[in-house]
């Protein structure tokens, strides 16, 4: 019998306690051991559960137990977490959680205190919910030098671009149905500003290339100006608006990393994700484009990711697992200057004035939508380097310049 | 230092050998030893190449050499390396394999046997190439209960038909194209035939359900019947056809496994899953949909995939992976009669009557295409049993009769 704690009993949480303990047999069939629940922490009171003698608002009980040997922290936000994970590390206990700000903040250290230790800390639930991305990126990737990975990392705001691409919702009452719904929070400006896309950003380019992303490294930008406007437009280059992570390796072995609204081509396999639907997209050496693709969030996607995470440590009591990156440094994370397609975005009080000098800085292999009713031009660029495209667009004879990368 | 034996030096044999040797350093460094190819098993003569030293043409003198603790079967077809295989297995050492025939023919065998010599049996690289499809499924997804399994398995047919509905390519041409560009062998009935993707559905229900499913169980269509009249039609219910592979769990503890050309609505993700890519989908209890997509073939792709089954391999070699399933029965794979939307495409001698006699049967919930120039109909039927459709079918007044299965 293997003995497990479980930290936090929120959405992610109880769906964890109830897999492992309304499942137990055909668990312990899988695993050959039975796992056994032991402490369920949480600060609140759970009267009325069948597990509900299971409850502990003490941490202590929990990292003094030597008989607990698998931990599953699903409290979310680096502290107290942080705190929690590293002493149940450093006592010899494997740890696996959902947190992907506690990962992002803080994995290099934690990964090496698991290592030092000889236990293991897995976080498969933190990217992509329960879409298996992290493990099949170590292991099966492991033959290959991985080039870059981009996807669609945030649920919430893939359903708010989809309601205005698909449905012509503004972006308002698409925030406020996606919340209505359950699919964003009452504050949700860590999903439409991009800073949940941004940790898992950090995670995804940490494990890919070795070294930790802070998400102070990775820019960072939301979907919260994105218009009515820009989505028609888009349409009109036959492309989708997506908030896209991407992180790339460079020649020099310093990268690229962050999170921008992006248009997609609707030729794109990409572009077909819609919904609260996630996908993360790498790029191998060898094995070229590999894409993941499932429900990034919802409690028993996540639930199950940490689940078989914890079911992997059970397994492995003895072994550690091959999940690894050093610690990152200041100057690791740049910005590049490759050729890139541009959409820009220009509205101006003289129509004709604004189209000519779009005309003349990007040219006759740029496509151009000329919208005179708005006084407004949209521009899908010639493939170019960035800042010759960026210096080209401040020159537009224009009032308002908005510009977006592109996926093609 | 671990020491492993080649056998095949085929296209994905030699991609192995590659990997292996020339990316040894940076294989070396993921798996914290040094991978050493020992031996090369191939009839034909090599001359000329940096590693021509390491080849043999005697399988006894890999089997009697205890050094080596991983094999990599890459030579493909059932005889000799089931043999091989079962030998290698037998004497202690590791067996990683690319060979979707053998695994389908004798999968469980195989696996019973190195469970019993405490060795790994590997075989990522049999269903989807490069893709981990798997080692997640069995991982990952060790806290779900799968469903189903469904997607698009062979590159080959998903390149014609790609060519078919993009380009209007009539089938032969397409099939010539695929040829010409080294997607499809000179005789390619494997591959538009379903076989091929028929063996890879044996492994994934085997793998999703536990018991082993033989190819002869598995209902088995190929691509050849399709015509561009059936593209224009699926295009006009706006759907593409695909090749689907799919197998599901049924209430009886029994499944389901096809092989068939299938109307993919366009606003279903596996629609997007163009040219020589695959998919595979697991709608799991816990997780939903999950989706794995890349290039399905391909010599770099399919080696890396043996490669990260050789590094898995030596770094367990005293721990085993818990992919495992048993031998199959006879009653095992089922036909299930659910409610399905089919395609039926009919032509007749009388249009009139072929018209009538359809909305007679089929009634208003069905969409119809009616071509009166070609004396033809097409018909998408509402969501019905499937015995009951297919009985409507056969009173059509008709000539011809063609059924395929939808996605939706």
Redesign the interface.
Known sequence: MINVAIMGHGVVGSGVAE?LIY?AD??AE?VKDKINVKYILDLRDFDGLSYSDKFTKDFESILNDDEVKVVAEVMGGVNPAYDFVKKCLLSGKSVVTSNKELVAAKGAELLKIAQDNNVNFLF?ASVG????VL??MA???????INSVKGILNGTTNYILNKMIVDNMDFDTALSLAQEKGYAEKDPTADIEGHDACRKVCILASLAFGKHVYPEQVYTEGITNITLGDVEYADGFNCVIKLIGSTERLADGKITASVRPTLVSRDH?I????GV?NTVMVN????????????GA?K??T???V??DI??CA??LN?RK?LFWEDGSDDYVVCSDKAVKLYIYAAGDDFNTLCTSAEALFGENASYIKNKFKNEIAILTDKKPESELLKAAEQLKANTVKVMHTLF
């Open positions: 897999i499942h055909r668990i899988k498969e919910g329960g879409i298996p493990r099949p292991q099966c990737l492991a033959a290959n030098e396999i572009s077909g994700v819609n639907f191998g050496d060898q094995t070229g484009d590999v894409m993941f693709y499932g429900k919802g028993e996607a639930a199950s990711a689940v078989a079911i992997d397994k492995h072994a091959y």
